[in-house]
């Protein structure tokens, strides 16, 4: 499955819900997270996070290994976006922190 990781929290860009087959991303007011029973594992929305937010499981690192239980606790909670909404204020500055823009 696919996971949302640390940098979204800051950004929020939505871009990658505009790319999913199958709306799986769901969100809270910081940031988005998969259902991993809904993702299809396609991959569009790795390329379209401009924060290299989101990772297939096995590319995950030690430390980002939580993120896939965070993700599949928090998903089905959460209502589902399926549309581009506008960023959190702190996204243009986090993504010049990470060196992305
Ligand atoms: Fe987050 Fe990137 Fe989507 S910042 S909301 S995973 S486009």
């Known amino acids: 499955t696919h996971v949302v990781t640390e940098n979204c929290q800051a ?3 939505t871009d990658c819900v ?3 087959p199958v709306a799986c991303f769901h969100g809270d007011d910081e940031r988005l997270y998969i259902d991993p029973e809904v993702c299809v594992d396609c991959s569009a929305c ?3 996070c ?3 937010a989101i990772k297939e499981e096995f590319d995950l690192s ?3 290994e939580r993120w896939i239980e965070i993700n599949a606790s928090r998903a089905p909670d959460l209502p589902v976006i399926r549309s581009k ?3 959190l204020p702190t996204a243009e500055a ?3 922190e990470l060196g992305l823009n």
């Open 94 to 96: 986090r993504r010049s």
């Open 50 to 52: 401009p924060v290299g």
């Open 18 to 20: 505009t790319v999913c």
């Open 11 to 13: 950004c929020r860009f």
């Open 46 to 48: 790795i390329s379209a």
């Open 85 to 87: 909404q506008s960023p």
């Open 62 to 64: 030690d430390d980002e």
